[in-house]
C-alpha cells in the first residue's frame, strides 16, 4: 500500500506538461471525424477527451497544491515552459468539441477564458525566462515545442470565432479582435519556422534529436488554414470583402506550407524508428509500419508523452483540409482527409496505447 502511495506521489509529483497534448490529439481527430461524416467515432472519442481532460486537471490541480515549487521551476525552465502551452490548446480543444457536439456555449465560454488567463500567464513566463537565459543565437533557442506559441495564440481566435458564430454575435469589432489574434500567430509563425528550418537543415541532425514536437512545424500552419477557413465562413459581411479575400489568400498559403512539411516529417519519423536503439537488423514488423513502436515490443517500445505533439498535427491537418475544401468549394481538397483521416485514427490509436503501457508499467519508456 506505501509503494503504490509512493508511486501516485511521485507520478503527480514528475507529472509531464506534455499530457495535454493527449487531449489536443483527441480532441482534433473527433472533430475532424465528425466533418468525414463518421459521428459515431467522433462522438467516442469526444467522452473519450472529456475523460482524459477531467483527469489531466486533476492530476495538475493536485500538483499545484502539493508540489508548487516543481510547477515554478519547470515554469522558469525555458525549454520546459512551453510545454504548459498543451493546457491552453488542449482547453480551447474540449470547448471547440462542446460546441460541435453539445451546442453548449455557456461551458466552452468558461473554458476559454480559463485558456486566455493561462495564455497570458504562460506567455509571462516565456518572456520572464528568455530574458533571464544565458545569450544564445537565436537558432539555438528553438525547437518543435517553440510553435505551441502560434499553435497556443491561434486556438485562442479560433474558439473565440466558433463561440461568436455559435452565439449568433454578429459583432464587427468582436469579430475584428480575434482576426488580429489570429494574423498574429501568423506573422509569429514566419518569424520563427525561418530559425527551425536552420536549425533542422542546415545543422547536423542525427535521428535520435528528431523530436515528435517538430511535427508542429506542420501542424502551425494546419491550425491557422483552419482558422482562416473558419474566419472566412463566419465573418459578418460588413467587415468586409477584402478581409475575406486576404483571409482566404493566407488559410490557403498556410495550407500550402503545411502540406510542404509532411513528406519531411514522415521521413524524418521513419529514418528515427528504423534506427535508434535497434542492435542488429530492424525487425521486420518495424520496417513495415514503423510507427509501431509507439505501442508494440519489449526491447523496441518507442514512447514518450510528447509523442502526443504528432498526433495533433496530423489530426489538424485533416480538419484543416476539410474545412479549407468546403469553404473554396474543391472537390478534390475533400478526397484528401478520406484517406489521412484515417491515418491520424491509426497514429493516435497506437499512441493511446503507448501511454497506457507507460502508466501501467510505472516506469519510463525506453528512449
Not at 483521416?341 to 503501457?357: D, E, K, P
Request: charged fraction near 10%; aromatic fraction near 16%; charge should be positive.
Amino acid at each position: 500500500m506505501q509503494q503504490f502511495v509512493s508511486v501516485i506521489t511521485n507520478g503527480i509529483k514528475d507529472f509531464h506538461p506534455a499530457y495535454f497534448a493527449m487531449v489536443m490529439a483527441t480532441g482534433i481527430v473527433s472533430i475532424a471525424f465528425e466533418g468525414m461524416a463518421c459521428p459515431h467515432i467522433a462522438k467516442i472519442l469526444f467522452l473519450l477527451n472529456l475523460v482524459f481532460y477531467s483527469i489531466l486537471c486533476g492530476i495538475l490541480a493536485a500538483r499545484i497544491l502539493l508540489f508548487r515549487s516543481n510547477v515554478m521551476a519547470d515554469l522558469r525552465t525555458f525549454p520546459r515552459v512551453w510545454l504548459f502551452l498543451t493546457f491552453v490548446v488542449g482547453t480551447n480543444t474540449i470547448g471547440a468539441q462542446l460546441i460541435v457536439f453539445r451546442q453548449d456555449t455557456g461551458l466552452a465560454s468558461l473554458l476559454w477564458l480559463v485558456a486566455l488567463i493561462s495564455w497570458i500567464i504562460c506567455i509571462y513566463f516565456i518572456l520572464s525566462d528568455f530574458i533571464r537565459m544565458p545569450r544564445k543565437r537565436m537558432w539555438e533557442t528553438v525547437s518543435g515545442a517553440t510553435l505551441l506559441i502560434i499553435v497556443s495564440t491561434v486556438s485562442v481566435a479560433l474558439l473565440w470565432v466558433r463561440l461568436l458564430d455559435a452565439a449568433a454575435i454578429q459583432v464587427t469589432y468582436a469579430y475584428l479582435a480575434a482576426w488580429m489574434l489570429w494574423i498574429s500567430g501568423f506573422i509569429l509563425y514566419l518569424f520563427v519556422i525561418p530559425l527551425i528550418i536552420y536549425r533542422l537543415f542546415f545543422r547536423i541532425l542525427e535521428p535520435k534529436d528528431w523530436e515528435a514536437p517538430y511535427w508542429i512545424c506542420m501542424g502551425a500552419p494546419a491550425i491557422i488554414t483552419l482558422t482562416g477557413s473558419e474566419f472566412v465562413m463566419c465573418m459578418p459581411a460588413v467587415a468586409g470583402e477584402d478581409i475575406r479575400e486576404i483571409t482566404l489568400r493566407i488559410a490557403i498559403f498556410a495550407w500550402i506550407i503545411g502540406t510542404s512539411w509532411i513528406p519531411y516529417q514522415l521521413f524524418m519519423d521513419i529514418r528515427q524508428f528504423i534506427t535508434i536503439n535497434i542492435a542488429g537488423p530492424t525487425p521486420l514488423w518495424i520496417k513495415t509500419f514503423p510507427w509501431s513502436r509507439l505501442a508494440f515490443g519489449r526491447r523496441h517500445y518507442f514512447y514518450d508523452p510528447p509523442s502526443w505533439s504528432r498526433v495533433f498535427p496530423i489530426g489538424m491537418y485533416t480538419a484543416c483540409t476539410l474545412s479549407l475544401a468546403k469553404v473554396t468549394g474543391s472537390g478534390s481538397l475533400e478526397i484528401i482527409p478520406q484517406y489521412w483521416g484515417w491515418f491520424a485514427l491509426l497514429i493516435w490509436s497506437l499512441t493511446l496505447v503507448g501511454t497506457f503501457r507507460a502508466v501501467i508499467s510505472l516506469k519510463p519508456p525506453l528512449r
